[in-house]
């Protein structure tokens, strides 16, 4: 502990610090990207380093969250999307949101639960995050998924300590 620590935490009451921020402080000059994790950030700033534009750094950073904060994004799940195109000042909308099988209609829960929606698989819908980011990809970004997802590869090696 340093001088300057003593000093802090002998003048707050209790003699304890705020807790402190577990994540590291990222500061750029060229880029900005933010994200739920910090490597699913690095990964989209390395796709903006690679010459990549917001979208494509936005897939990287989905992508990687799909693994990172799989509790709050999922690569099985839904992805709706919104990009601002500054040229024509317009917003534009990528859904993202899966459908349920053909088979799943109202007649069929309706016939064989009641009408309720069981737990389950037969809750679930196709996923359609896969969907989005692609299409995103091939209306509005610079790159191919592939180059955008070895963004993703390299943090996920990272992160996993390979």
């Not at 994540?23 to 910090?38: E, I, K, L, N």
């Not at 990528?94 to 088979?103: C, M, R, V």
């Not at 037969?122 to 180059?147: C, H, N, Q, S």
């Amino acid at each position: 502990m340093s001088a300057d620590n003593a000093e802090e935490i002998a003048d707050r009451p209790g003699g304890v610090l705020p807790p402190q921020p577990c994540r590291p402080t990222v500061m750029a000059t060229r880029h900005a990207a933010a994200a739920g994790h910090y490597l699913a950030t690095h990964a989209a700033f390395e796709v903006l380093e690679a010459g990549g534009n917001a979208v494509d750094a936005g897939v990287a950073a989905g992508l990687a969250l799909g693994v990172l904060e799989s509790a709050q994004v999922s690569v099985a799940g839904v992805a709706p999307i919104m990009i601002y195109l500054a040229d024509s000042r317009e917003v534009i909308t990528i859904s993202g949101l899966g459908t349920w099988p053909k088979a799943a209609s109202c007649a069929y829960f309706q016939d064989k639960h009641g009408g309720a929606i069981p737990k389950g698989v037969e809750r679930t819908v196709v996923p359609a995050a896969p969907d989005a980011w692609i299409t995103a990809l091939e209306r509005y970004g610079t790159m191919r998924f592939g180059d955008v997802a070895a963004a993703d590869v390299r943090r996920m090696a990272y992160a996993l300590g390979w």
